[in-house]
């Protein structure tokens, strides 16, 4: 059986919390280890900060629905948000950081590029949908920029 | 989340627990920039209760090192957890700040730095 989840944030800065509670009780029902628990838990947390904080336009209420799935091997999430275009595939480098260069943006996006094992963009009738697999197998993926 | 400073001539601690996310970091960014503008050349971060970070706690983190680097100090995170060290690893966050088994490690590492001011 494919476990599944579903989380619709209709007013997403003040549902974010009560989201992550929620990813929190599915990935304890499911007996995921803390690793990959914290890992589900952070590309969300980072992908629905990205469309608070890049998407929403002034005055204006815009729906995000949450999504994950246990395929056995896998867990996949895709999130779908009714914001301006926006392809996280396309700013979401493996290098947090670059020789010499310590900045402060962009490490959501990184950190998600990282721990995802797949990461894959659509836009449809207005939506953004990014779907995100992270693998239960833990395989280091180190970031080797600088070195 | 909770926060503990502890008192330290040459650096600024804080003990934190619970989780460190966009709720709770904005009150960690503000007593931590505010400790580092006395002067100090450390940040010492007990991590070892600490259950969850995400960028939002790790940016307080860059900030403190872009403050704390040209002046010859250092950021030490210690104690964190396996999960949350494989997040340091990956992102390649750990080769900028000093990372401890213990807080009694980072304050030996203190103790035998001279201080250049």
Known sequence: MIAKFDFALNRPEEDQAELLAAVEEFADALGLPPSVRYRLGLVIDELVSNCIAHGARPGEDRGIRVGISDSGDDMTVEIVDSGPPFDPTAHASRKCLQPGDVKVGGMGLCLVRNLATRMEYSRFDGFNRTRITIAKSIQENACTSGR | ?117
Not at chain 2, 5 to 28: C, K, M, N, Y
Not at chain 2, 83 to 99: K, Q
């Open chain 2, 1 to 117: 989340m909770h926060l503990r400073q502890i008192e330290h001539p040459r650096a600024a601690v804080f003990l934190v627990s619970g989780r460190l996310d966009a709720t709770s970091t904005p009150e960690l960014e503000r007593k931590v920039l505010l400790s580092l503008e006395s002067g100090v050349r450390h940040l010492v971060m007990d991590f070892s209760e600490l259950e969850y970070i995400n960028s939002a706690g790790l940016r307080v983190l860059v900030m403190s090192y872009q403050r704390l680097n040209p002046r010859g100090g250092s950021v030490m995170v210690c104690g964190v957890r396996d999960y949350i060290a494989e997040i340091f690893d990956i992102s390649g966050y750990n080769r900028i700040f000093a990372m401890h088994a213990d807080m009694a490690h980072a304050m030996q590492e203190i103790d035998a730095t001279p201080d250049a001011q």
